[in-house]
Protein backbone atom coordinates (compact mmCIF):
# COMPACT_ATOMS: atom_id res chain seq x y z
CA UNK A 1 0.00 0.00 0.00
CA UNK A 2 1.30 3.04 -1.06
CA UNK A 3 1.45 6.50 1.18
CA UNK A 4 -1.28 9.50 0.43
CA UNK A 5 1.03 12.53 0.25
CA UNK A 6 -0.51 15.87 0.08
CA UNK A 7 0.55 19.49 0.79
CA UNK A 8 -0.79 21.87 3.02
CA UNK A 9 -0.20 25.26 4.86
CA UNK A 10 -0.41 25.82 8.07
CA UNK A 11 -2.59 28.37 8.12
CA UNK A 12 -2.53 28.99 12.58
CA UNK A 13 0.86 29.77 11.62
CA UNK A 14 2.44 32.69 9.96
CA UNK A 15 5.13 35.12 10.33
CA UNK A 16 5.72 38.64 9.95
CA UNK A 17 6.14 38.73 6.07
CA UNK A 18 2.86 37.20 6.20
CA UNK A 19 4.07 33.84 5.27
CA UNK A 20 2.66 30.54 6.30
CA UNK A 21 4.81 26.69 6.49
CA UNK A 22 4.19 24.67 4.02
CA UNK A 23 3.95 21.06 5.29
CA UNK A 24 3.99 17.64 3.74
CA UNK A 25 0.93 15.44 5.09
CA UNK A 26 1.44 11.79 4.84
CA UNK A 27 -1.23 9.44 5.06
CA UNK A 28 -0.34 5.56 5.29
CA UNK A 29 -3.06 2.90 6.37
CA UNK A 30 -4.49 4.62 10.01
CA UNK A 31 -1.10 6.77 10.45
CA UNK A 32 -0.95 9.95 9.83
CA UNK A 33 2.01 12.67 9.98
CA UNK A 34 3.18 16.16 9.29
CA UNK A 35 6.77 16.76 7.95
CA UNK A 36 8.24 19.98 7.76
CA UNK A 37 9.17 21.12 3.84
CA UNK A 38 10.78 23.83 4.88
CA UNK A 39 9.44 26.17 2.95
CA UNK A 40 7.31 29.49 3.88
CA UNK A 41 5.05 30.86 1.12
CA UNK A 42 2.41 33.73 0.89
CA UNK A 43 -0.74 31.75 0.76
CA UNK A 44 -1.97 33.26 -2.26
CA UNK A 45 0.70 31.65 -3.86
CA UNK A 46 -0.43 28.26 -3.46
CA UNK A 47 -2.58 26.19 -4.92
CA UNK A 48 -4.37 23.28 -2.73
CA UNK A 49 -6.19 21.87 -5.42
CA UNK A 50 -3.85 21.62 -7.99
CA UNK A 51 -0.91 20.74 -5.50
CA UNK A 52 1.53 23.57 -6.77
CA UNK A 53 2.88 26.94 -6.27
CA UNK A 54 1.42 29.13 -9.15
CA UNK A 55 3.04 30.97 -11.54
CA UNK A 56 3.81 34.58 -10.75
CA UNK A 57 2.06 36.30 -13.32
CA UNK A 58 2.94 40.15 -14.14
CA UNK A 59 -1.28 40.47 -12.97
CA UNK A 60 -0.53 38.50 -9.76
CA UNK A 61 3.00 40.36 -9.06
CA UNK A 62 1.01 43.79 -9.06
CA UNK A 63 -1.97 42.75 -7.06
CA UNK A 64 0.48 41.16 -4.28
CA UNK A 65 2.66 43.92 -4.07
CA UNK A 66 0.56 46.28 -2.83
CA UNK A 67 0.08 44.06 0.16
CA UNK A 68 3.60 41.62 0.58
CA UNK A 69 6.06 45.14 -0.96
CA UNK A 70 9.48 43.22 -0.82
CA UNK A 71 8.36 40.18 1.04
CA UNK A 72 7.28 39.17 -2.42
CA UNK A 73 9.67 36.30 -3.63
CA UNK A 74 10.51 36.16 -7.00
CA UNK A 75 10.14 33.91 -9.94
CA UNK A 76 13.35 32.06 -9.48
CA UNK A 77 12.95 31.46 -5.79
CA UNK A 78 9.14 29.99 -6.79
CA UNK A 79 10.65 27.49 -9.35
CA UNK A 80 12.94 26.68 -6.78
CA UNK A 81 10.35 25.85 -4.19
CA UNK A 82 8.38 23.47 -6.75
CA UNK A 83 11.00 22.00 -7.77
CA UNK A 84 11.89 21.13 -3.86
CA UNK A 85 7.84 20.28 -3.05
CA UNK A 86 8.85 17.58 -6.40
CA UNK A 87 11.62 16.10 -5.03
CA UNK A 88 10.61 15.99 -1.41
CA UNK A 89 7.79 13.66 -2.75
CA UNK A 90 10.37 11.68 -4.83
CA UNK A 91 12.43 10.82 -1.74
CA UNK A 92 9.28 9.50 0.05
CA UNK A 93 8.30 7.65 -3.20
CA UNK A 94 11.92 6.30 -3.17
CA UNK A 95 11.99 5.16 0.23
CA UNK A 96 8.73 2.80 -0.12
CA UNK A 97 10.11 1.22 -2.99
CA UNK A 98 13.51 0.29 -0.97
CA UNK A 99 11.11 -0.95 1.36
CA UNK A 100 8.94 -2.84 -0.69
CA UNK A 101 12.05 -4.38 -2.48
CA UNK A 102 13.22 -5.66 0.47
CA UNK A 103 9.80 -7.00 1.90
CA UNK A 104 9.84 -4.63 4.80
CA UNK A 105 6.64 -3.52 5.96
CA UNK A 106 6.98 0.13 6.77
CA UNK A 107 5.15 2.96 8.45
CA UNK A 108 4.92 6.68 8.57
CA UNK A 109 7.06 6.57 11.19
CA UNK A 110 9.73 4.79 9.31
CA UNK A 111 9.09 7.46 6.10
CA UNK A 112 9.41 10.33 8.40
CA UNK A 113 12.73 8.91 9.47
CA UNK A 114 13.89 8.21 6.25
CA UNK A 115 13.68 11.72 4.76
CA UNK A 116 15.10 12.93 8.42
CA UNK A 117 18.16 11.37 7.74
CA UNK A 118 18.38 12.21 4.29
CA UNK A 119 18.49 15.98 5.21
CA UNK A 120 21.30 15.12 7.36
CA UNK A 121 24.48 17.28 5.85
CA UNK A 122 27.58 14.60 7.21
CA UNK A 123 28.12 11.08 6.43
CA UNK A 124 31.72 9.82 5.58
CA UNK A 125 30.60 8.87 2.24
CA UNK A 126 29.30 12.64 0.99
CA UNK A 127 32.05 14.12 -1.33
CA UNK A 128 33.31 16.96 0.77
CA UNK A 129 33.20 19.17 -2.33
CA UNK A 130 29.28 18.70 -3.01
CA UNK A 131 28.87 19.03 0.93
CA UNK A 132 29.72 22.56 0.61
CA UNK A 133 27.53 23.45 -1.64
CA UNK A 134 24.89 21.20 0.15
CA UNK A 135 25.74 23.36 3.02
CA UNK A 136 25.17 27.06 1.83
CA UNK A 137 21.59 25.98 0.81
CA UNK A 138 20.95 24.70 4.35
CA UNK A 139 22.33 27.80 5.97
CA UNK A 140 19.92 30.09 3.74
CA UNK A 141 17.27 27.73 4.13
CA UNK A 142 18.16 27.75 8.07
CA UNK A 143 18.12 31.64 8.45
CA UNK A 144 15.72 32.73 5.77
CA UNK A 145 13.08 33.80 8.65
CA UNK A 146 15.47 35.19 10.95
CA UNK A 147 17.21 37.05 8.38
CA UNK A 148 16.45 39.87 5.75
CA UNK A 149 16.17 38.42 2.48
CA UNK A 150 19.34 40.64 1.09
CA UNK A 151 21.52 39.51 3.91
CA UNK A 152 21.17 35.88 2.18
CA UNK A 153 21.29 36.87 -1.16
CA UNK A 154 25.10 37.26 -0.79
CA UNK A 155 25.36 33.79 0.01
CA UNK A 156 23.87 32.75 -3.42
CA UNK A 157 26.36 34.64 -5.05
CA UNK A 158 29.28 32.67 -2.89
CA UNK A 159 27.88 29.69 -4.02
CA UNK A 160 28.01 30.82 -7.69
CA UNK A 161 31.37 31.99 -7.40
CA UNK A 162 32.78 28.63 -5.63
CA UNK A 163 31.43 26.78 -8.85
CA UNK A 164 33.37 28.87 -10.99
CA UNK A 165 36.66 29.16 -9.39
CA UNK A 166 36.37 24.96 -9.30
CA UNK A 167 35.38 25.03 -12.93
CA UNK A 168 37.88 27.19 -13.70
CA UNK A 169 40.91 25.23 -11.74
CA UNK A 170 39.52 22.09 -12.53
CA UNK A 171 39.78 21.01 -8.97
CA UNK A 172 37.54 20.45 -6.22
CA UNK A 173 36.50 22.31 -2.98
CA UNK A 174 37.05 20.78 0.53
CA UNK A 175 36.49 22.02 3.89
CA UNK A 176 39.62 21.23 5.02
CA UNK A 177 41.72 22.35 2.08
CA UNK A 178 40.27 26.02 2.32
CA UNK A 179 43.63 27.28 3.80
CA UNK A 180 45.14 30.79 3.50
CA UNK A 181 46.68 29.55 -0.02
CA UNK A 182 42.62 29.02 -1.21
CA UNK A 183 41.47 32.49 0.12
CA UNK A 184 44.45 34.38 -1.46
CA UNK A 185 43.75 32.63 -4.94
CA UNK A 186 40.13 32.70 -4.20
CA UNK A 187 40.51 36.69 -3.96
CA UNK A 188 42.69 36.38 -7.68
CA UNK A 189 39.95 34.53 -9.01
CA UNK A 190 37.36 37.46 -7.86
CA UNK A 191 39.40 40.28 -9.27
CA UNK A 192 39.80 38.47 -12.71
CA UNK A 193 36.16 37.59 -12.80
CA UNK A 194 34.39 38.59 -15.51
CA UNK A 195 30.83 37.84 -17.17
CA UNK A 196 29.34 39.03 -20.61
CA UNK A 197 25.39 39.66 -20.88
CA UNK A 198 23.94 37.11 -23.48
CA UNK A 199 22.30 40.40 -25.23
CA UNK A 200 23.87 43.89 -24.51
CA UNK A 201 27.41 42.06 -24.50
CA UNK A 202 28.12 43.94 -21.41
CA UNK A 203 30.96 42.74 -19.13
CA UNK A 204 30.05 42.53 -15.62
CA UNK A 205 32.90 42.64 -13.47
CA UNK A 206 33.82 42.67 -9.53
CA UNK A 207 35.13 45.53 -7.47
CA UNK A 208 36.82 45.36 -4.39
CA UNK A 209 33.59 46.12 -1.90
CA UNK A 210 31.89 43.35 -3.69
CA UNK A 211 35.13 41.10 -3.54
CA UNK A 212 35.97 42.18 -0.04
CA UNK A 213 31.98 41.14 0.74
CA UNK A 214 32.18 37.58 -0.61
CA UNK A 215 34.98 36.77 1.55
CA UNK A 216 34.12 38.00 4.20
CA UNK A 217 31.08 35.87 3.59
CA UNK A 218 32.95 32.90 2.82
CA UNK A 219 34.70 32.97 6.59
CA UNK A 220 31.21 34.07 8.09
CA UNK A 221 29.78 30.70 6.77
CA UNK A 222 33.04 28.69 7.54
CA UNK A 223 32.86 30.18 10.82
CA UNK A 224 29.24 28.40 11.07
CA UNK A 225 30.45 25.23 9.25
CA UNK A 226 32.90 24.59 12.39
CA UNK A 227 30.35 25.23 14.60
CA UNK A 228 28.30 22.47 13.19
CA UNK A 229 30.85 20.01 13.66
CA UNK A 230 32.22 19.94 10.07
CA UNK A 231 36.20 19.42 10.02
CA UNK A 232 37.41 23.05 9.30
CA UNK A 233 40.94 24.43 7.98
CA UNK A 234 41.88 27.08 10.28
CA UNK A 235 44.49 28.54 7.77
CA UNK A 236 41.59 30.74 6.81
CA UNK A 237 41.62 33.03 9.77
CA UNK A 238 45.05 34.11 9.06
CA UNK A 239 43.46 35.58 5.90
CA UNK A 240 43.24 39.36 6.24
CA UNK A 241 40.64 41.07 3.74
CA UNK A 242 41.02 44.41 3.30
CA UNK A 243 38.01 46.74 2.58
CA UNK A 244 37.94 49.41 0.43
CA UNK A 245 36.08 52.32 1.75
CA UNK A 246 32.15 53.44 0.42
CA UNK A 247 31.16 57.09 -0.11
CA UNK A 248 28.64 58.22 2.20
CA UNK A 249 26.10 59.54 -0.31
CA UNK A 250 23.61 62.08 2.06
CA UNK A 251 21.50 65.03 1.31
CA UNK A 252 23.00 68.65 2.44
CA UNK A 253 20.53 70.59 4.79
CA UNK A 254 19.85 72.67 2.20
CA UNK A 255 18.97 69.70 -0.36
CA UNK A 256 16.61 68.39 2.66
CA UNK A 257 14.73 71.69 2.57
CA UNK A 258 14.56 71.82 -0.77
CA UNK A 259 12.65 68.63 -1.24
CA UNK A 260 10.28 69.47 2.08
CA UNK A 261 9.16 71.94 0.55
CA UNK A 262 9.23 71.44 -3.05
CA UNK A 263 5.77 72.19 -4.72
CA UNK A 264 4.07 68.86 -6.09
CA UNK A 265 0.97 69.33 -5.80
CA UNK A 266 0.63 68.52 -9.49
CA UNK A 267 2.31 64.89 -8.90
CA UNK A 268 0.86 63.00 -6.45
CA UNK A 269 2.62 60.07 -7.32
CA UNK A 270 6.40 61.92 -6.38
CA UNK A 271 4.36 64.23 -3.34
CA UNK A 272 4.47 60.96 -1.39
CA UNK A 273 7.64 59.86 -2.29
CA UNK A 274 8.81 63.01 -1.67
CA UNK A 275 7.08 62.47 1.77
CA UNK A 276 8.28 58.65 2.46
CA UNK A 277 12.12 59.95 1.67
CA UNK A 278 12.11 63.03 3.68
CA UNK A 279 10.27 60.96 6.46
CA UNK A 280 13.96 58.48 6.62
CA UNK A 281 16.14 61.43 6.15
CA UNK A 282 14.51 62.91 9.89
CA UNK A 283 13.93 59.43 11.44
CA UNK A 284 16.78 57.50 10.15
CA UNK A 285 14.37 54.74 9.48
CA UNK A 286 15.51 51.99 6.51
CA UNK A 287 12.92 51.06 4.05
CA UNK A 288 12.30 47.69 5.66
CA UNK A 289 11.37 49.78 8.84
CA UNK A 290 9.14 52.19 7.24
CA UNK A 291 7.43 49.33 5.85
CA UNK A 292 6.12 47.62 8.86
CA UNK A 293 5.45 50.88 10.51
CA UNK A 294 1.96 51.05 11.79
CA UNK A 295 -0.23 53.82 13.97
CA UNK A 296 0.05 51.59 16.75
CA UNK A 297 3.85 52.00 16.84
CA UNK A 298 3.65 56.07 17.28
CA UNK A 299 3.51 56.88 20.52
CA UNK A 300 2.82 60.78 21.19
CA UNK A 301 6.19 62.13 20.04
CA UNK A 302 7.83 59.37 19.14
CA UNK A 303 8.01 56.08 17.06
CA UNK A 304 8.71 52.68 19.48
CA UNK A 305 9.45 49.81 16.77
CA UNK A 306 11.39 47.04 16.59
CA UNK A 307 13.92 47.13 14.16
CA UNK A 308 13.71 44.47 11.44
CA UNK A 309 17.49 43.74 10.83
CA UNK A 310 18.39 43.67 14.40
CA UNK A 311 15.49 42.35 16.17
CA UNK A 312 16.22 45.34 18.46
CA UNK A 313 13.64 47.83 19.99
CA UNK A 314 14.19 51.29 18.85
CA UNK A 315 12.92 55.09 20.43
CA UNK A 316 12.90 57.57 17.64
CA UNK A 317 11.65 60.83 19.46
CA UNK A 318 9.48 63.04 16.04
CA UNK A 319 10.59 66.50 15.32
CA UNK A 320 9.30 69.24 13.17
CA UNK A 321 9.65 67.49 9.82
CA UNK A 322 8.51 64.10 10.69
CA UNK A 323 5.32 65.37 12.64
CA UNK A 324 4.13 67.25 9.59
CA UNK A 325 4.42 64.51 7.23
CA UNK A 326 2.49 61.87 9.97
CA UNK A 327 -0.17 64.94 10.07
CA UNK A 328 -0.37 65.05 6.37
CA UNK A 329 -1.27 61.65 6.06
CA UNK A 330 -3.49 61.05 9.30
CA UNK A 331 -6.52 60.15 7.45
CA UNK A 332 -4.64 57.26 5.77
CA UNK A 333 -4.57 53.10 7.21
CA UNK A 334 -1.25 53.48 7.31
CA UNK A 335 0.84 56.10 8.66
CA UNK A 336 3.00 57.12 5.36
CA UNK A 337 2.21 56.25 1.53
CA UNK A 338 4.51 53.18 0.83
CA UNK A 339 5.02 51.49 -2.57
CA UNK A 340 7.49 48.97 -3.07
CA UNK A 341 11.50 49.26 -2.64
CA UNK A 342 12.13 48.73 -6.69
CA UNK A 343 9.53 51.55 -7.56
CA UNK A 344 10.77 53.71 -4.67
CA UNK A 345 14.57 53.63 -5.79
CA UNK A 346 13.52 54.58 -9.17
CA UNK A 347 11.10 57.19 -8.63
CA UNK A 348 13.12 58.87 -5.75
CA UNK A 349 15.50 59.34 -8.69
CA UNK A 350 13.23 61.26 -10.52
CA UNK A 351 12.22 63.27 -7.92
CA UNK A 352 15.36 64.24 -7.10
CA UNK A 353 16.36 65.16 -10.76
CA UNK A 354 13.18 67.14 -11.38
CA UNK A 355 13.94 69.24 -7.72
CA UNK A 356 17.63 70.06 -9.25
CA UNK A 357 19.86 67.63 -6.68
CA UNK A 358 22.89 67.52 -9.60
CA UNK A 359 25.86 68.26 -7.97
CA UNK A 360 28.58 65.89 -9.42
CA UNK A 361 30.10 63.17 -7.18
CA UNK A 362 32.95 60.91 -8.05
CA UNK A 363 32.44 57.16 -7.14
CA UNK A 364 35.87 55.54 -6.89
CA UNK A 365 36.39 51.78 -6.62
CA UNK A 366 39.12 49.69 -7.07
CA UNK A 367 39.70 46.52 -9.56
CA UNK A 368 42.45 44.62 -7.69
CA UNK A 369 45.32 47.78 -7.35
CA UNK A 370 43.32 49.52 -10.60
CA UNK A 371 41.16 52.96 -9.40
CA UNK A 372 37.93 53.14 -11.18
CA UNK A 373 36.49 56.53 -10.88
CA UNK A 374 32.99 57.55 -12.44
CA UNK A 375 31.01 61.00 -12.29
CA UNK A 376 27.59 61.13 -11.19
CA UNK A 377 24.75 63.87 -11.12
CA UNK A 378 23.63 63.31 -7.80
CA UNK A 379 20.34 62.25 -7.98
CA UNK A 380 21.59 59.38 -10.30
CA UNK A 381 23.15 57.55 -6.92
CA UNK A 382 20.37 58.61 -4.18
CA UNK A 383 18.47 55.43 -3.34
CA UNK A 384 16.22 54.86 -0.16
CA UNK A 385 19.30 54.03 2.36
CA UNK A 386 20.39 57.45 1.26
CA UNK A 387 17.37 58.91 3.90
CA UNK A 388 19.16 56.55 6.64
CA UNK A 389 22.97 57.95 5.56
CA UNK A 390 21.14 61.60 5.60
CA UNK A 391 19.89 61.01 8.54
CA UNK A 392 23.40 60.25 10.72
CA UNK A 393 25.08 63.03 8.82
CA UNK A 394 23.17 65.76 9.55
CA UNK A 395 22.74 64.67 13.13
CA UNK A 396 26.20 64.41 13.65
CA UNK A 397 26.21 68.45 11.95
CA UNK A 398 23.76 69.71 14.17
CA UNK A 399 25.75 68.71 17.27
CA UNK A 400 24.05 65.96 18.35
CA UNK A 401 26.45 63.58 20.05
CA UNK A 402 27.48 60.39 18.13
CA UNK A 403 26.36 58.40 20.78
CA UNK A 404 22.85 59.66 20.86
CA UNK A 405 22.84 59.23 16.62
CA UNK A 406 23.73 55.69 17.04
CA UNK A 407 21.14 54.72 19.96
CA UNK A 408 18.72 56.15 16.96
CA UNK A 409 19.60 54.50 13.68
CA UNK A 410 20.56 51.12 15.66
CA UNK A 411 24.17 50.78 15.10
CA UNK A 412 25.61 48.59 17.07
CA UNK A 413 29.32 49.71 16.76
CA UNK A 414 31.04 52.73 16.44
CA UNK A 415 33.08 51.23 13.97
CA UNK A 416 30.67 51.17 11.41
CA UNK A 417 29.22 54.37 12.03
CA UNK A 418 32.82 56.29 12.07
CA UNK A 419 32.41 56.64 8.57
CA UNK A 420 29.56 59.55 9.65
CA UNK A 421 31.64 61.32 11.73
CA UNK A 422 34.58 61.43 8.97
CA UNK A 423 32.24 62.65 6.30
CA UNK A 424 31.03 65.62 8.89
CA UNK A 425 34.41 66.59 9.91
CA UNK A 426 35.39 67.36 5.89
CA UNK A 427 32.16 68.94 5.70
CA UNK A 428 33.05 71.54 8.54
CA UNK A 429 36.56 71.64 6.88
CA UNK A 430 35.05 72.77 3.60
CA UNK A 431 32.77 75.51 5.33
CA UNK A 432 35.32 76.80 7.11
CA UNK A 433 37.93 77.54 3.93
CA UNK A 434 34.97 78.43 1.85
CA UNK A 435 34.48 81.47 4.47
CA UNK A 436 37.56 81.89 5.47
CA UNK A 437 40.09 81.13 2.71
CA UNK A 438 41.85 78.23 2.63
CA UNK A 439 45.62 77.78 4.57
CA UNK A 440 48.24 79.02 1.98
Known amino acids: MEASLRYELRRDLEN ?218 DGYKDFSIKKDKLEVIALTQGELDLLFNFNLSSNKRLDQVRDVFCFSCVTGFRFSDLLQLKREHIKEMEIRLTIRKTKEPAIVPLNQYSKTILEKYRNLASPIPMISNQKFNKYVKELCKLAGIDDPIEIIRYKGATKQSTIYKKHEIISAHTGRKTFATLSLEKGIPAETVMKITGHADYKSFQRYVKVTEERKRNEMQKAWGAPV
Request: aromatic share 8%; no cysteine.
Open 16 to 233: KRGEQPLTLLIHLASQRKKVSTGINLIPELWSGQRQQILNLTTKLKIQLEKKYGDNLPNKHTLIQYQDDLIELKNKVRKLEEGYRSKGIAYSVEMLVEGIRDSKKHLTKKEDPSNLIYDFVDRYIHEHELTRVKGSLVVYKSLKKHLKNYEAKTRSKIRFDKIDYNFMQAFQNHLIGWEEVHETTGTVKTLNNITIAKQLSTLKTFLGYAKRQGIKVN
